[in-house]
């Protein structure tokens, strides 16, 4: 803070004449010494200046001259007597205790000069002070972002240093470490209004305009909140926020752009060692699926890992389960899929659920058919993307379903469209195409189909004679009639247009 109107009188030892006596007046912060012998030195003045005047142009009515400096907002006003004046006019006096504007009486053996260089000296001293407490705060932050707690240790420390709470958040809102007291309900709300909107560049955002400023700070009856964005340029990656029943000085905002820099530090730190750790997993798996399982336990074992036991079942999935499933198993990125996890048997239903995405789930495998369960894995999560079935399909639930519902849901349309292409090009007779299912439902009994058709078995005979010649195959050939099936099914179910994710597959939030 700089020095009081009290600090610089004792100081320089002036005598107050008038408006001094109210309550807190001597408290006044100076910030400068101005001098001005002018009638109207205002439009010179900032505010909070201690302005010293001879009064070589005073006489008169003096009271406009006092209310121009209290508008102005001037801590007070020194008068200093010898020059041309023996003593303040009694004028000023009255003026100024009738204002509430201190004034103070210089002796003429104080240099004008004298009062700017003690308050230039107090102000350099109070800002000397401002820097050794803002760097040693600092230095105490970065102590605490070494500590084994990493940021939540920043934030307990940053706590202290605002006399207040501080708080850690997510991208989404959601706190991730507190301070007691923390008045994070306020801040979350804030947040989830303004979630989805870009983030604004400038340092400060006109109020209500929906946009997230670079700092924002919200204020109450009692209650001052600073609100920062975490990590790079783009969408913030957290957020933290530090609270106080007292306005922050600009010490207090030193330290607080001190831990964001820490926090931001930490978490890009964190990133790194995580893709870092995400590479090697990833060569391990590749590494796996070679078949080079003892070189893959070495490199593993060199960083102090292993590999779940055998048998496992191995878990495909799409990048939201990555955090999910890397904080409880072996856990790989991969192309195709995003993620693949290694579980051990007896644990695997409980870890896909924990994925909270949808998953598709091998059959129990030992780590030489590694690349069999791979597939199997990846087979049943198109089945969980494509279906709604749930957030967990096993591969085993997808024997059961036939043929169809191992293969590509993309490829088999394209084959069914294919095959039938002549059938379906045949004008609008889609009794063709029901003729050749209830055909084949009935293994090639002419007298079943034609009842489940209603219509006369020659009649039936007929239209696989027109269905045969349309579509150049023999229908007596079992593999004709297999892959007429196949296309019959394929036909009814709708293509996969597109691998769908969690976020956009109907009826999967959970």
């Known amino acids: 803070m700089p020095p009081t109107l009290q600090t610089v009188m004792r100081r320089m030892h002036l005598r107050p004449l008038a408006g001094t006596s109210g309550p807190g007046v001597l408290d006044a912060a100076v910030r400068w010494v101005a001098v001005s012998e002018l009638a109207d030195p205002t439009p010179y003045l900032e505010g909070g200046e201690l302005l010293l005047t001879t009064g070589l142009r005073m006489d008169g009515d003096l009271t406009g001259y006092v ?192 831990a964001g820099s820490l926090l931001t530090l930490s978490m890009e730190q964190g990133r790194a060692q995580r893709a870092a750790e995400r590479s090697l997993r990833a060569a391990v798996l590749e590494l796996l699926l070679a078949g080079e399982e003892e070189r893959a336990r070495a490199v593993l074992g060199r960083l102090g890992g292993r590999l779940p036991a055998a048998p496992v079942v191995v878990l495909a999935a799409g990048p939201d389960a990555l955090d999910a499933l890397e904080a409880v198993t072996f856990t790989a990125l991969t192309g195709v899929p995003d993620v693949v996890a290694l579980v051990p048997e007896q644990e695997a239903a409980e870890v896909a659920l924990s994925a909270d995405a949808p998953v598709g789930a091998s059959l129990p495998t030992g780590y030489g058919t590694l690349r069999d369960a791979l597939d199997q894995a990846r087979r049943a999560l198109e089945a969980a993307l494509d279906t709604r079935r749930g957030p967990v399909v096993r591969f085993g639930e997808l024997a059961g379903q036939g043929l169809l519902a191992l293969l590509d849901p993309a490829a088999a349309h394209a084959f069914s469209t294919a095959v039938l292409a002549p059938l379906t090009a045949y004008g609008s007779r889609a009794d063709l195409m029901e003729s050749l299912r209830a055909y084949l439902e009935s293994n090639g009994h002419w007298d079943a189909a034609a009842q489940r058709l209603g219509v006369h078995r020659h009649t039936l005979r007929y239209r696989m004679r027109r269905v045969a010649e349309l579509l150049g195959r023999d229908l007596d050939d079992p593999g004709v009639r297999a892959e007429l099936w196949l296309a019959l099914e394929a036909a009814g179910r709708p293509p996969l247009r597109g691998r769908a994710t969690p976020a956009s597959r109907p009826g999967n939030s959970r």
Do not use: C
């Open 67 to 258: 209310a121009r400096l209290v508008r102005r907002g001037v801590a007070g006003l020194g008068f200093g007597v010898g020059v041309s004046h023996e003593e303040t006019p009694p004028a000023l006096v009255e003026a100024a205790e009738a204002a509430g504007l201190p004034l103070l009486e210089v002796p003429r053996e104080t240099p004008f000069i004298a009062i700017g260089k003690v308050v230039s000296e107090l102000l350099a001293a109070e800002q000397y002070e401002e820097i050794s407490r803002a760097f040693a705060a600092q230095g105490r932050l970065t102590r605490a972002a070494l500590r084994p707690e990493g940021v939540h240790a920043v934030i307990d420390r940053l706590a202290k240093e605002v006399g207040g709470w501080a708080a850690l958040l997510d991208e989404s809102g959601e706190v991730r470490h507190a301070t007691p007291d923390a008045r994070t309900d306020a801040v979350a709300a804030e947040l989830s209004r303004r979630r989805g909107r870009p983030l604004d560049t400038p340092r400060r955002a006109e109020a209500g305009d929906g946009r997230m400023p670079a700092s924002l700070a919200l204020s109450a009856p009692g209650e001052h909140i600073v609100v920062q964005p975490l990590g790079g340029g783009g969408r913030p990656r957290g957020f933290f926020a530090v609270g106080a029943g007292h306005a922050f000085t600009p010490v207090t905002q030193t330290v607080i752009n001190a």
